[in-house]
């Protein structure tokens, strides 16, 4: 590895946390060990947790959320939770144990003022050079943008929701 990417997807249409797991099987599939923290999303039954599962131990699933924050009904709660995860994502990242942390929905974080937009850009420049850390969610803050080797944004041109199809089985989760 030459150096450790900050990677980033975001943007308002689909596919932010399914491009962070195509790398995380391309990664897998060279051996890469790989840690996934969720931030927003709850235990709710989604394929992606199925399908990390069958990829075997080098590929380490946590999730922290509680569900999406802003239909919560004891907000302290859930940023207490995200606190606790951005602490166990900023700990795998400098662990030594993973050459790839991926942070899914984590820019809800600042945009909700959970953590300090600050702290996180420092501890992000200041991460282990040899670590890939994977960023997902809407509204990447324009610090984060400055800071990334990599930034791609998911624009929304057409989706199925628009037209009365409701979210289904192995495509929305």
């Not at 899914?104 to 050079?129: C, G, M, S």
């Amino acid at each position: 590895m030459q150096k450790g990417l900050l990677i980033i997807y975001t943007g308002n249409g689909k596919g932010k946390t399914t491009a962070a797991l195509g790398l995380v099987l391309r990664a897998r599939g060279h051996g890469m060990r790989v840690c996934v923290v969720q931030f927003i999303k709850g235990k709710w039954q989604y394929g992606e947790i199925e399908g990390l599962s069958l990829l075997g131990e080098l590929v380490e699933l946590h999730i922290f959320g509680k569900g999406f924050t802003w239909l919560s009904k004891d907000m302290e709660k859930d940023k207490e939770a995200a606190r606790y995860a951005f602490d166990f994502a900023k700990e795998a990242v400098c662990s030594g144990k993973y050459d790839m942390v991926v942070m899914d929905e984590f820019t809800y974080l600042i945009n909700y003022k959970i953590i300090d937009e600050k702290d996180a850009v420092e501890f992000l420049v200041n991460r282990p050079k040899d670590v890939h850390v994977v960023i997902t969610g809407r509204g990447a803050s324009n610090a984060l943008i400055e800071i990334a080797d990599l930034v791609t944004q998911m624009q929304d041109i057409k989706h199925p929701y628009t037209i009365g199809i409701k979210a289904q089985k192995g495509i929305e989760f």
